[in-house]
Nanobody, 121 residues
Framework: QVQLVESGGGLVQAGGSLRLSCAAS????????MAWWRQVPGNQRELVAG???????NSADSVAGRFFISRDNAKNTVYLQMNSLKPEDTGVYYC???????????????WGQGTQVTVSS
């Protein structure tokens, strides 16, 4: 059973930093793309940043230059370093990963349970 477990959320003042982690556990063949999304109540979930298996990254314009995504393939973990946080960054942050369960199965998308990030002004 593949699981994604997030950690690192919390309450921080505007201008501060947080680092989110998301580790994949269970048995699987490979992890392809990994990403962080966020959701504010009443809004759709939006992509914050993504990273390919080879390390190519992309990020939303709203976080460019402030948030940095990285991954440690040996630990099956993706990170989101969030700097210069703003109140509008508040939300529930979810990681997802495209994981191939076995060599013979197609990849599927898995989601973490979400971690709350609150930025006070």
């Amino acid at each position: 059973q593949v699981q994604l477990v997030e950690s690192g959320g919390g309450l921080v003042q505007a201008g501060g930093s947080l680092r989110l982690s998301c580790a994949a556990s269970g048995r699987f063949f490979s992890i392809n793309h990994m990403a962080w999304w966020r959701q504010v109540p009443g809004n759709q979930r939006e992509l914050v940043a993504g990273i390919g298996e080879g390390g190519t990254t992309n990020s939303a314009d709203s976080v460019a230059g402030r948030f940095f995504i990285s991954r440690d393939n040996a630990k099956n973990t993706v990170y989101l370093q969030m700097n210069s946080l703003k109140p509008e960054d508040t939300g529930v942050y979810y990681c997802n990963a495209v994981i191939q369960p076995t060599k013979w199965e197609v990849a599927a998308t898995y989601w973490g349970q979400g971690t709350q990030v609150t930025v006070s002004s």
